[in-house]
């Protein structure tokens, strides 16, 4: 009985760091029509393909982390973001970092709720804002990019609540009065702030000066520099 008692308890032990790194990693799958699935759930059915999986901040991280699994890239967007932002007067620096956080800059990101594409979207909010194309990098950046800029004068510039409301909707952070109680959404948060921290804090060799620069050009590389806003 004493063995068997020892016995349970080494697998709980073992099985307790399985469960929460579980509950903080994002997986991509690639369907069996080349369509891709962002989850947080491993997925076993046949013709799902794991293509990448994303460690996301746990649940006890500081708002403003500087954890090395969020950290910034330069991506084939960069110029994009750049004009959707300069079109919404909004930071590129905060339309890259939920980019980041809701695709992984995927353009043909599906979600198991149904958001699509770089700025994830939900088939109502596309048709808000007249996307009629929603995987298209152009027509869904510039109205995730809206629909941002929209949530900040709601929530009266108040970042975190349109973030919120980004992920979860703003009618629930209306009903909350605040940050809804979901793990997922206050999860989001922080970690969009953190990226946001880092993208807005980047400093690049020869940028200039007064500009908010979103990414970098590595040496040999024929790209400019950097992008940047011109937004104070």
């Not at 393909?49 to 699994?69: A, C, G, I, Q």
């Not at 200039?208 to 970098?216: A, D, E, F, L, Y």
């Amino acid at each position: 009985m004493l063995l068997l008692r020892i016995l349970i308890l080494l697998v709980m032990v073992q099985l307790v760091p399985l469960r929460t790194a579980a509950a903080t990693d994002i997986f991509v799958y690639q369907r069996p029509d080349g369509s891709r699935l962002i989850t947080d759930h491993a997925r076993l059915e046949p013709g799902y393909t794991l293509v990448k999986v994303y460690s996301n901040l746990v649940e006890d991280e500081p708002v403003y982390s500087s954890s090395p699994r969020v950290s910034t890239r330069a991506t084939e967007f960069d110029g994009l973001i750049q004009r959707v932002s300069d079109s919404v007067m909004l930071d590129p620096a905060l339309i890259k970092s939920v980019m980041h956080a809701e695709s992984a800059f995927d353009p043909t990101a599906l979600s198991s709720k149904g958001a699509r594409g770089l700025m994830q979207l939900m088939p109502g909010t596309a048709q808000r804002y007249g996307v009629t194309r929603v995987f298209d990098p152009q027509q869904n950046v510039l109205a995730g990019g809206r629909y941002l800029r929209d949530l900040l004068r709601q929530f009266n510039g108040d970042m975190r609540l349109a973030l919120a409301g980004y992920n979860a909707g703003e009618n629930a952070v209306l009903k909350y009065g605040g940050i809804p109680p979901y793990n997922e959404t206050r999860h989001y948060v922080r970690k969009v702030m953190s990226l946001y921290q880092k993208y807005r804090n980047l400093k690049c060799n020869n940028a200039p000066s007064g500009v908010k620069v979103i990414s970098c050009s590595k040496p040999g590389d024929s790209q400019p520099t950097a992008w940047a806003s011109n937004l104070q």
